[in-house]
């Protein structure tokens, strides 16, 4: 008998990614799907009955509960406590529970001690056959890795985007490569993946592309790859096959991807995304400060100056998302001051930032874990999250630093300029560019994003101090790069997300610093107590005397 599977999706809790009020402007629940739940569907044998349920999208009904024989679930580690509650309620249920992907990777004691039964970890298309045949021989257990193998991702089968509720998500998800080249120290993606980059070939990724063409997706696709450009040789040769598939199919998608900086001395690389209608790409910047880079190990960020590497990228029409982060070893008060001043300078419009977070079995867990630095065994990467070690200079400093800047990245005023200003320079690129097809990603004119389009122009344009500011930057785009409007008004509205995230930070920040400061207090009086007590009996003795 093939058992039935219940693929489960746990809950992200509010983050910098979620734009849960960017997304209910357009009647959507989720940026992305679960490209790796979908995978695995894709993995297992296709004789066995498969439902997925993405909790991020809708509940599980009592009907999908009762039909289920096994419950899948994956998991990162910011989804951890949704994840370890539906195990819980999994086992309540008598059901058997399976779980994989990064979070029980990394720390799979924390799965298991919540009640799961298989521990299906590393790549699946290693362990996911020891699964099925444990399975398949009635065993009610067990433990699958790996162990420091690799697959080849040639062998990879095309997710099962059909169990996907399509119309729910912003963007679909595929995969080229996995791995990176580089050694950052706070890296947990060189752990899980490894140093050398494994891709697809170009045949299967089309296979992908045209599965979800013949699904009827006509929007923006996110390459999930932790850096896209990790083995240029392959990328280009496949943006040389996705440029005549995309021009076939009347360029139904626009992509965004992440990358390593070092895209910005290709010059040829860009200008192939751009002509197969890439249309953003995330930089993982970390800090400006050049000798924080060196320590972490960061070295492809210190080649070229950051802001000019930055800046090319933005100039061959990419939209640059960025990220950062504060606490590194050694890093001198004002950090997070030089953060917003290098954002404001490159115009950067979306800069995730974060308080530097030691993740498991990372080069950086590792070390402070000898130095005896940790706080925690377990780490957390929701931005509003104090670190889990301890840093080289005040947690109170940096903490405070860290609220300051995220407050000015994302004053209303501030977003919306430089927003406007990198739009200025995508408008320029995309003039001089031959390439004029329609950018994929455009939303189509109906009552959905009439509505979205009002709520954002009196929002921004009527209630807030922006008002004046907004009508002036969109009617000067309007006149000089008509072409860039739609996709700078989408990016406008992450200000919706925004205005309340910077709240929930400054909050959530302020009160774990003073739950912090509460235990510190409390370590340090029995000292206090010790060393009054021996001046008291000091005192005594003298008396005494």
Same mark, same amino acid.
């Given at each position: 008998?093939?058992?039935?599977?219940?693929?489960?999706?746990?809950?992200?809790?509010?983050?910098?990614?979620?734009?849960?009020?960017?997304?209910?402007?357009?009647?959507?629940?989720?940026?992305?799907?679960?490209?790796?739940?979908?995978?695995?569907?894709?993995?297992?044998?296709? =004789?066995?009955?498969?439902?997925?349920?993405?909790?991020? @999208?809708?509940?599980?009904?009592?009907?999908?509960?009762?039909?289920?024989?096994?419950?899948?679930?994956?998991?990162?580690?910011?989804?951890?406590?949704?994840?370890?509650?539906?195990?819980?309620?999994?086992?309540?249920?008598?059901?058997?529970?399976?779980?994989?992907?990064?979070?029980?990777?990394?720390?799979?004691?924390?799965?298991?001690?919540?009640?799961?039964?298989?521990?299906?970890?590393?790549?699946?298309?290693?362990?996911?056959?020891?699964?099925?045949?444990?399975?398949?021989?009635?065993?009610?257990?067990?433990?699958?890795?790996?162990?420091? %193998?690799?697959?080849?991702?040639?062998?990879?089968?095309?997710?099962?985007?059909?169990?996907?509720?399509?119309?729910?998500?912003?963007?679909?998800?595929?995969?080229?490569?996995?791995?990176?080249?580089?050694?950052?120290?706070?890296?947990?993606?060189? @752990?899980?993946?490894?140093?050398?980059?494994?891709?697809?070939?170009?045949?299967?990724?089309?296979?992908?592309?045209?599965?979800?063409?013949?699904?009827?997706?006509?929007?923006?696709?996110?390459?999930?790859?932790?850096?896209?450009?990790?083995?240029?040789?392959?990328?280009?040769?496949?943006?040389?096959?996705?440029?005549?598939?995309?021009?076939?199919?009347?360029?139904?998608?626009?992509?965004?991807?992440?990358?390593?900086?070092?895209?910005?001395?290709?010059?040829?690389?860009?200008?192939?995304?751009? %002509?197969?209608?890439?249309?953003?790409?995330?930089? *993982?910047?970390? =800090?400006?400060?050049?000798?924080?880079?060196?320590?972490?190990?960061?070295?492809?960020?210190?080649?070229?100056?950051?802001?000019?590497?930055?800046?090319?990228?933005?100039?061959?029409?990419?939209? @640059?998302?960025?990220?950062?982060?504060?606490?590194?070893?050694?890093?001198?008060?004002?950090?997070?001051?030089?953060?917003?001043?290098?954002?404001?300078?490159?115009?950067?419009? =979306?800069?995730?930032?974060?308080?530097?977070?030691?993740?498991?079995?990372?080069?950086?867990?590792?070390?402070?874990?000898?130095?005896?630095?940790?706080?925690?065994?377990?780490?957390?990467?929701?931005?509003?999250?104090?670190?889990?070690?301890?840093?080289?200079?005040?947690?109170?400093?940096?903490?405070?630093?860290?609220?300051?800047?995220?407050?000015?990245?994302?004053?209303?005023?501030?977003?919306?300029?430089?927003?406007?200003?990198?739009?200025?320079?995508?408008?320029?690129?995309?003039?001089?560019?031959?390439?004029?097809?329609?950018?994929?990603?455009?939303? %189509?004119?109906?009552?959905?994003?009439?509505?979205?389009?009002?709520?954002?122009?009196?929002?921004?344009?009527?209630?807030?101090?922006?008002?004046?500011?907004?009508?002036?930057?969109?009617?000067?785009?309007?006149?000089?790069?008509?072409? @860039?409007?739609?996709?700078?008004?989408?990016?406008?509205?992450?200000?919706?997300?925004?205005?309340?995230?910077?709240?929930?930070?400054?909050?959530?920040?302020?009160?774990?610093?003073?739950?912090?400061?509460?235990?510190?207090?409390?370590?340090?009086?029995?000292?206090?107590?010790?060393?009054?007590?021996?001046?008291?009996?000091? *005192?005594?003795?003298?008396?005494?005397?």
């Amino acid at each position: 008998m093939n058992p039935r599977v219940l693929l489960l999706y746990p809950l992200f809790p509010q983050s910098f990614w979620s734009f849960e009020q960017t997304l209910e402007l357009v009647n959507m629940k989720a940026q992305l799907p679960p490209l790796g739940l979908i995978t695995v569907a894709g993995i297992l044998p296709q =004789t066995w009955e498969y439902k997925l349920v993405d909790r991020n @999208v809708r509940e599980v009904s009592e009907a999908e509960w009762e039909w289920a024989d096994v419950v899948l679930l994956s998991a990162m580690i910011v989804q951890k406590p949704d994840f370890l509650a539906q195990i819980q309620e999994a086992k309540r249920r008598g059901k058997l529970v399976a779980v994989g992907g990064p979070y029980p990777t990394s720390l799979p004691a924390e799965a298991s001690a919540a009640g799961a039964d298989f521990l299906i970890l590393d790549e699946g298309e290693i362990t996911l056959p020891k699964f099925v045949c444990a399975i398949e021989s009635g065993e009610t257990s067990g433990v699958f890795r790996s162990e420091g %193998d690799k697959p080849d991702v040639t062998t990879t089968p095309i997710p099962r985007y059909d169990l996907l509720e399509m119309d729910s998500y912003a963007e679909m998800s595929v995969q080229f490569s996995r791995g990176c080249p580089f050694q950052c120290e706070f890296c947990d993606i060189i @752990v899980l993946y490894g140093r050398k980059p494994r891709t697809k070939t170009p045949a299967q990724l089309l296979a992908e592309l045209q599965r979800l063409y013949d699904l009827g997706w006509r929007r923006s696709i996110f390459v999930v790859d932790d850096n896209f450009i990790g083995n240029k040789r392959n990328v280009k040769l496949l943006l040389k096959e996705l440029k005549p598939w995309m021009e076939e199919h009347g360029y139904p998608f626009s992509f965004a991807t992440e990358a390593s900086v070092d895209l910005a001395q290709d010059p040829e690389l860009m200008q192939m995304m751009v %002509d197969c209608n890439f249309g953003a790409v995330f930089l *993982g910047l970390e =800090t400006p400060d050049t000798d924080s880079l060196t320590l972490t190990q960061k070295y492809q960020n210190t080649r070229d100056p950051l802001s000019e590497s930055v800046l090319s990228i933005v100039g061959a029409g990419l939209r @640059v998302m960025a990220g950062f982060i504060i606490g590194f070893d050694g890093e001198k008060a004002g950090a997070g001051r030089r953060v917003v001043e290098f954002v404001e300078a490159t115009t950067i419009p =979306t800069a995730l930032f974060s308080m530097l977070q030691a993740l498991p079995d990372t080069a950086l867990w590792k070390r402070l874990e000898k130095e005896g630095r940790l706080i925690s065994q377990s780490a957390d990467i929701n931005q509003a999250t104090l670190m889990n070690f301890i840093p080289t200079r005040p947690i109170e400093e940096i903490a405070q630093e860290y609220i300051e800047a995220f407050w000015q990245l994302y004053e209303p005023l501030a977003f919306l300029n430089r927003t406007y200003r990198h739009f200025l320079i995508l408008g320029e690129a995309q003039r001089q560019n031959s390439q004029n097809h329609k950018s994929a990603g455009s939303p %189509d004119i109906n009552w959905v994003n009439l509505r979205a389009l009002f709520i954002l122009c009196w929002r921004q344009g009527v209630l807030r101090e922006t008002r004046w500011q907004f009508w002036v930057n969109l009617f000067a785009l309007l006149w000089r790069y008509p072409e @860039v409007v739609t996709n700078y008004l989408s990016v406008c509205a992450q200000a919706e997300h925004f205005l309340q995230f910077r709240q929930l930070v400054r909050s959530q920040i302020q009160t774990q610093l003073a739950a912090f400061q509460a235990q510190k207090a409390i370590m340090e009086r029995p000292t206090v107590m010790t060393k009054n007590s021996e001046l008291v009996q000091m *005192g005594v003795a003298d008396l005494k005397r």
